[in-house]
């Protein structure tokens, strides 16, 4: 039986620059989930965000849609759909919990399937540890 686990935008571009401070750490993490057979799980943000961090962090546009293409075709990744249930879902969670906003969607998509979610994002994982089971990415 397969794992779920909601990972955060910042482990996917930790991931995807080589130049970050985590890249082998998350690389690593990563490698290593995949190889337990872990099914990773983001809302479809993640690509949004992806994208804009790695041309905002290398000024490569090109660099940035073709991350955000390759996530799309992960086979072990499910991006969620922003309904209108996902949608209030996070609203309530960043109300509650007083996160930022597209942090709020990776608590609320964990919160909604009962799934760990997996971030390198501290201030994220303490609150998120109010409502849902957080994992620090070692």
Same mark, same amino acid.
């Given at each position: 039986?397969?794992?779920?686990? +909601?990972?955060? *935008?910042? !482990?996917?571009?930790?991931?995807?620059?080589?130049?970050? !401070?985590?890249?082998?750490?998350?690389?690593?993490?990563?490698?290593?989930?995949?190889?337990?057979?872990?099914?990773?799980?983001?809302?479809?943000? #993640?690509?949004?965000?992806?994208?804009?961090?790695?041309?905002?962090?290398?000024?490569?546009?090109?660099?940035?849609?073709? /991350?955000?293409? /390759?996530?799309?075709?992960?086979?072990?990744?499910?991006?969620?759909?922003?309904?209108?249930?996902?949608?209030?879902?996070?609203?309530?969670?960043? *109300?509650?919990?007083? +996160?930022?906003?597209?942090?709020?969607?990776?608590?609320?998509?964990?919160?909604?399937?009962? =799934?760990? =979610? /997996?971030? #390198?994002?501290?201030?994220?994982?303490?609150?998120?540890?109010? +409502?849902?089971?957080?994992?620090?990415?070692?």
């Amino acid at each position: 039986m397969s794992q779920y686990v +909601v990972v955060d *935008a910042s !482990v996917w571009v930790s991931r995807l620059i080589e130049e970050d !401070v985590f890249h082998d750490l998350c690389r690593q993490w990563l490698k290593g989930q995949q190889s337990k057979g872990t099914q990773f799980v983001a809302p479809a943000l #993640l690509l949004v965000e992806v994208a804009a961090a790695i041309s905002r962090r290398t000024e490569d546009t090109d660099l940035a849609r073709r /991350a955000a293409d /390759a996530l799309k075709t992960l086979p072990d990744l499910r991006l969620v759909e922003m309904s209108n249930d996902v949608v209030q879902s996070a609203v309530n969670v960043g *109300a509650e919990l007083g +996160v930022r906003g597209a942090d709020a969607f990776y608590i609320a998509v964990a919160q909604q399937l009962g =799934l760990p =979610l /997996a971030t #390198l994002d501290s201030d994220q994982r303490q609150r998120a540890a109010h +409502v849902i089971e957080t994992w620090e990415i070692e």
